[in-house]
């Protein structure tokens, strides 16, 4: 995102949230592969990952079958 909106940017001041990520300032498009690297980034990073829902069929599915491994 370029412009946040104001309870964003008002969190980020505070320290109150951080916002990560893997790609730098100049990809504007995302491709499948940059979404599966994005993924796999955050559940490294995270001491404690909670999914609502995880489509039985999907990439996060078998990305959290490996969980374990890492």
Known sequence: ????????????????????SPFP?????????????RNRFMFELADKIVLGYIDPYGDLRKLTENLDLW
Not at 11 to 18: D, F, G, K, Q, V
Not at 25 to 37: A, H, N, R
Request: aromatic share 12%.
């Open 1 to 20: 995102m370029r412009r946040y909106e104001k309870p964003i940017k008002d969190a980020l001041s505070a320290n109150r949230i951080l916002i990560v």
């Open 25 to 37: 300032d100049i990809v504007f498009k995302y491709s499948y592969k940059t979404i599966l690297d």
